[in-house]
């Protein structure tokens, strides 16, 4: 069955470390994006794209990077994770094909992220 | 700033009866509405959209009302059942040709008593 996955689904790690959140599809979606959930903020998007050469920064970029290694892949990276970082993080897609009938999304599990 | 507004945390209602989520947004230019339901350990999936030139789309037990003057949204669950216990998000967007992304609300979880 088609699925969007990530990988860890739950990681500890302490203050300064890098840290890869990694995503994979098999929607065969070109939009990916990645998310973070904290209580009482909702979602919010940190970095999405489009296509493979395609990366945009969201509204909470700073102290991430990602990386599109294919169509199916999107790994989202913490180069020195600090406490606040502690969120839950998903990972999402999208189709643009199918017009304005398709803005809807489809995420993965998601991973539990502390950071100590 | 938050463009799309649930400013209720939590509800409980009991099975059976009608459950109503509001949800209010600030920006003009959004013009495609979503809603996604969440339960503990999974990602949120998506459970009805209304496009701007409509008031009202149904599915099933599930409606969306649409009030474009109020800038305000809301999700119908009728008759509640104890599986619709979850956080439900709104999400928003604009219509580009090309782009698709959303802002989410804060949530909203709904709890179903029996």
């Known amino acids: 069955d088609a699925d969007v996955t990530q990988t860890p689904r739950n990681r500890i790690t302490k203050t300064g470390k890098r840290i890869m959140l990694e995503c994979s599809q098999t929607?065969?979606?070109?939009?990916m994006y990645w998310y973070r959930q904290d209580p009482g903020l909702g979602l919010r998007l940190i970095y999405y794209?489009?296509?493979?050469?395609?990366?945009n920064k969201g509204e909470i970029s700073d102290g991430y990077s990602v990386s599109r290694q294919a169509q199916a892949k999107f790994s989202l990276s913490l180069e020195s994770a600090i406490p606040n970082q502690t969120a839950l993080y998903f990972c999402?897609?999208?189709?643009?094909?199918?017009?304005?009938?398709?803005?809807?999304?489809?995420f993965g599990p998601g991973t539990r992220l502390t950071v100590l | 700033d938050q463009q799309v507004k649930q400013n209720s945390p939590s509800l409980s209602v009991q099975e059976g009866r009608i459950s109503i989520l509001n949800c209010d947004y600030t920006?003009?230019?959004?013009?495609?509405f979503l809603w996604y339901k969440k339960y503990p350990a999974e990602g949120p999936t998506f459970l009805i959209s209304?496009?701007?030139?409509?008031d009202k789309n149904e599915d099933g037990r599930f409606t969306v009302f649409l009030n474009k003057s109020a800038k305000h949204l809301s999700l119908h669950i009728v008759p509640s059942q104890p599986g619709d216990s979850a956080v439900y998000f709104c999400?928003?967007?604009?219509?580009?040709?090309?782009?698709?992304?959303?802002?989410f609300g804060t949530g909203t979880r709904l709890q179903v008593t029996l």
């Open positions: 999402a897609t999208s189709d643009p094909r199918g017009g304005y009938s398709r803005n809807e999304q489809f």
């Open positions: 929607k065969g979606h070109d939009r």
């Open positions: 999400a928003a967007t604009r219509y580009t040709g090309t782009a698709s992304k959303l802002t």
């Open positions: 920006n003009s230019m959004f013009d495609y």
């Open positions: 794209s489009f296509d493979v050469k395609d990366i």
């Open positions: 209304i496009s701007s030139i409509k």
